[in-house]
């Protein structure tokens, strides 16, 4: 599974994508989707930064421009990586009720 994180971004944008490197002044990213919330509480994706060169995914943003990162909701996650991961779904586990 990928390491997917939501960035909260100086501008104000809030953007899920897969952390790909970091180091003590930048982070590495890549598939990135700005959260878009609707009016009813619900939320929307679109792409991040989507006029850059699609040969080079990956986007360097520094640290001090990043307000925080935190973990995704499971369920966006997993959506996340149907689209951008390996492709494989991990099935919903099953409970034996007796």
């Not at 003590?24 to 609707?38: A, C, M, R």
């Amino acid at each position: 599974m990928i390491d997917v994180k939501l960035f909260r971004i100086a501008t104000g944008e809030e953007v899920v994508a897969e952390l790909v490197s970091q180091d003590d002044n930048f982070v590495t990213v890549k598939n990135g989707l700005v959260v878009l919330p609707s009016p009813d509480g619900r939320v929307g994706f679109a792409p991040w930064a989507s006029v850059i060169d699609k040969t080079i995914p990956e986007l360097i943003i520094a640290k001090n421009h990043i307000v925080y990162v935190a973990e995704v909701d499971p369920q966006i996650k997993k959506k996340y990586n149907e689209v951008y991961g390996s492709k494989l779904v991990t099935p919903e586990e099953k409970k034996l009720i007796i």
